[in-house]
């Protein structure tokens, strides 16, 4: 893992947006992993405007993001889907059928989880993926305990995590109990990932992946063992790491 150190969550935006601009512009049919959560919104706010300015064209990307619940309909302003329309896909030059993020509402998930991964397949997996960091060191919604083995699944979200993401919703209980995720070994196919920490909130977590063991407890730990992975970290988020 290399580790980028910038100032602060503007330059971290910033420089994730470079990132993918620079792999959107190489490649014929880029295939971006998308997340989404507080951390990527400056990424893209950023992509928006480079798109205005037609530093980028969205054309010709496929775009596959990490998880969504389990019970939300794209129009509820709390799901994932609305979130990504709302936050860049609305604003981008980006076909909507292009654009993939699993369906919470889907009547058989099993069903909506292996049609998800065979979509990922179909479209030769991906070049790019953006990823946030849970408190409890999840990506996706991978909570601590979950085999490195998984593909796309259906999740039971963690008290701590429905807490964490209260913020979004009007009170706790209309917190979705579950979700549909890719899955640890899904993320790990990606073909090259940035992993994205602002704030001080996220200093204990940031200090565990760097120094803590690979274990299923924390489930970022897996990224030590993949051979393209860059953390793109702020002060703040660096502020409790060990040295
Ligand atoms: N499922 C999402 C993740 O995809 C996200 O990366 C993470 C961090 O969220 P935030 O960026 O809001 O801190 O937790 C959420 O629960």
New binding site residues.
């Given amino acids: 893992m290399k580790i980028e150190q910038v100032e602060n969550y503007q330059e971290m935006s910033k420089y994730a947006c470079d990132a993918i601009i620079d792999k959107v512009n190489s490649l014929q049919n880029p295939v971006l992993g998308l ?5 990527p919104e400056g990424v893209y706010n950023y992509l928006r405007e480079e798109n205005r300015n037609n530093r980028v064209t969205f054309r010709d990307t496929c775009t596959f993001n ?2 969504e619940y389990v019970g939300l309909a794209g129009d509820n302003p709390n799901s994932y889907r609305y979130y990504m329309n709302d936050r860049l896909f609305n604003h981008i030059d980006i076909p909507k059928q292009q654009t993939f993020i699993p369906n919470g509402k889907a009547t058989d998930l099993s069903k909506e989880c292996r049609e998800y991964e065979q979509l990922l397949e179909d479209n030769q997996e991906i070049d790019l993926q953006i ?4 408190l409890n060191g ?1 990506i ?2 991978n909570e601590p305990g979950t085999s490195f083995k998984t593909r796309t699944h259906v999740v039971d979200l963690a008290l701590s ?1 429905r807490e ?2 209260a913020r979004f919703f009007d009170s706790i209980e209309e917190v979705p109990n579950q979700a549909i995720t890719m899955g640890i070994e899904t993320i790990m196919n990606s073909k090259q990932i940035l992993l994205l920490v602002s704030g001080e909130r996220k200093a204990k977590a940031l200090d565990q992946l760097l120094h803590g063991e690979v274990s299923e407890e924390f489930p970022a730990s897996i990224l030590k063992t993949h051979d393209n992975v860059k953390i793109i970290a702020d002060k703040a988020a660096l502020s409790k790491v060990r040295v």
């Fill in positions: 997340a989404t959560g507080s951390t990490l998880d990823l946030g960091l849970g999840h996706g919604f995590t964490a993401n």
